[in-house]
């Protein structure tokens, strides 16, 4: 399952909005047969590669797999009857599949067909893998990510109104492959204001343009921002009341190619305008306030924090740490001149 699970990583960031997916043959002599990833939507799932990698050879094998074989034809055909037809002997799976048109169908049709099926190995680490999948499907908006760099004093920045650069040349690096990773980028109003971010994944490669949103409930964005500058690199959606998303200066942006988009301004109702244009990993950098306002709203699921090596002081625009932090157990990690913080605050197992 381990192997299972290396393998559907192969496919982050090209699946969406499908499950990432992998799947491993043995035979009775423990020797792997076949392998097998789901690469992007529309393509053959991590079962039906692996199956034809095998041929023949895939009757009698256990079939390892990190999600539940499918069992209806949507842009591909059940896998479940074509690991049944191939003479598979015995299937494990991670997790079930909680997909209404999938949730145990796949399970139960492999068991009416005499094959052996154990389900829950690895399947901790297959949810925490395919966390987005899961939030989008069993809680009905994106999976967040709320990312935050700051002094060694909780400032993230010098002084109000200040742009300042906290992390170093590691952290960085690390900070832009996790903007290849996910479908869109967050940020607040002012954050959009005072640091003007083109908030591009650079130095790694994205299968698709990068959606860069800012929550901006009167529509502020300046149409000469690096943002409404740079829609030829992806899209820039600002979550806007329906007042503003009806005035004047939100035409301006659209005339920029700029999406303006009218929500009731909460956070609940732009993360569901944004599921409705298939983000389903929400990357939030902040500030400080967007940062409050989604964890206020109870739609966190990870924090990341960057720690750097510098005192900015008494004037420093403070995190405000939610009250949980203090007895978290971190995955902690050194980045050069930075140490990373990380955990999952709700539990995907």
């Avoid at 381990?2 to 969406?16: F, I, N, Y």
């Avoid at 053959?44 to 209806?72: F, W």
């Avoid at 598979?88 to 492999?110: C, E, N, W």
């Avoid at 740490?321 to 140490?339: C, E, H, I, K």
Wanted: glycine share 10%; proline share 6%; aromatic share 4%.
């Amino acid at each position: 399952m381990a192997r299972a699970l290396w393998h559907a990583e192969r496919g982050r960031a090209t699946t969406t909005p499908n499950p990432l997916v992998g799947a491993v043959l043995v035979d009775d002599d423990g020797v792997v047969v076949a392998v097998g990833h789901h690469q992007k939507a529309g393509g053959p799932h991590a079962e039906i590669v692996a199956l034809q990698q095998a041929g023949s050879r895939a009757a009698g094998t256990t079939l390892y797999c990190t999600l539940e074989p499918c069992s209806h034809t949507g842009r591909t055909g059940p896998c479940c009857v074509a690991v049944a037809e191939a003479g598979v002997r015995r299937v494990v799976v991670a997790t079930g599949d909680p997909f209404p048109q999938v949730s145990g169908r796949g399970l139960a049709y492999l068991r009416e067909r005499g094959i052996d099926v154990t389900v829950g190995v690895g399947r901790a680490d297959a949810r925490r893998q395919n966390a987005p999948f899961f939030t989008v499907v069993e809680q009905g908006r994106p999976w967040v990510h709320l990312k935050v760099a700051m002094s060694l004093d909780g400032g993230v920045a010098a002084r109000v109104g200040e742009r300042t650069a906290l992390s170093g040349p590691d952290a960085a690096r690390w900070t832009q492959r996790l903007r290849g990773q996910v479908d869109a980028i967050a940020v607040g109003a002012r954050t959009a204001v005072v640091d003007d971010p083109v908030l591009t994944a650079r130095d790694v490669y994205r299968p698709r343009p990068l959606t860069r949103v800012v929550f901006d409930r009167h529509a502020t964005l300046s149409p000469t921002s690096a943002l409404a500058r740079s829609v030829a690199e992806g899209p820039v959606v600002v979550l806007a009341s329906q007042s503003a998303a009806a005035a004047p200066r939100a035409e301006v942006l659209r005339a920029r190619g700029v999406e303006v988009l009218g929500t009731d301004g909460s956070i609940a109702g732009g993360l569901g305008a944004l599921l409705l244009r298939g983000v389903h990993a929400l990357l939030v950098e902040g500030g400080p306030t967007l940062h409050a306002a989604f964890w206020q709203a109870g739609v966190v699921d990870r924090v990341s924090e960057l720690v750097c090596d510098r005192v900015l002081g008494p004037d420093a625009v403070r995190w405000e740490v939610p009250a949980w932090l203090n007895g978290w157990a971190p995955r902690t990690v050194p980045l050069g001149r930075d140490v990373l913080r990380e955990a999952d605050v709700h539990r995907t197992d």
